[in-house]
């Protein structure tokens, strides 16, 4: 699995979004130790909040199949499912993709679907917060 197929599983994963009141996409794909890639996609809900976005519906799908290894994360999103740019992970996503994934863990953000920007999850979210205190 190269990083561009991982970015094309996202922009795919993004046509499956079920988001009919922001009328935006997301799609994730995340890739484990052992291979097999994960997919998400935003999921909304009239009731609003519990909306749940494409990152962490990769992760929670990946987790509860008793996978918490992860090699690279993709991301695709925007308005009516068009990319125009990158999606940034929102910061309840970040966290929770800390949780399982150190600082330099790769993060591809889709910008077309043949081009892309890598970034860390240690660039997303700096100064995380965790359970142990910092020295
Ligand atoms: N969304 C995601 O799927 N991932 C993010 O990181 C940020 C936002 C979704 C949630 C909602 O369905 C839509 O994008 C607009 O906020």
Do not use: H, W
Request: with cysteine; aromatic share 10%.
């Amino acid at each position: 699995m190269t990083e561009q197929q991982l970015v094309q599983a996202a922009v795919a994963a993004m046509q499956r979004a079920y988001a009919p009141y922001s009328g935006f996409f997301v799609g994730a794909a995340l890739l484990a130790a052992d291979g097999r890639v994960f997919t998400g996609c935003n999921i909304e809900n009239a009731s609003f909040t519990p909306t749940v976005c494409a990152e962490r519906t990769a992760v929670f799908k990946a987790v509860s199949e008793g996978v918490r290894d992860f090699k690279m994360l993709a991301i695709a999103g925007g308005k009516s499912g068009k990319l125009t740019g990158v999606c940034p992970p929102c910061g309840v996503c970040r966290q929770v993709l800390s949780e399982f994934c150190p600082p330099d863990f790769p993060v591809l953000l889709a910008e077309t679907p043949d081009r892309f920007r890598r970034v860390t999850l240690g660039e997303l979210l700096p100064y995380s917060f965790s359970l142990e205190n910092t020295p």
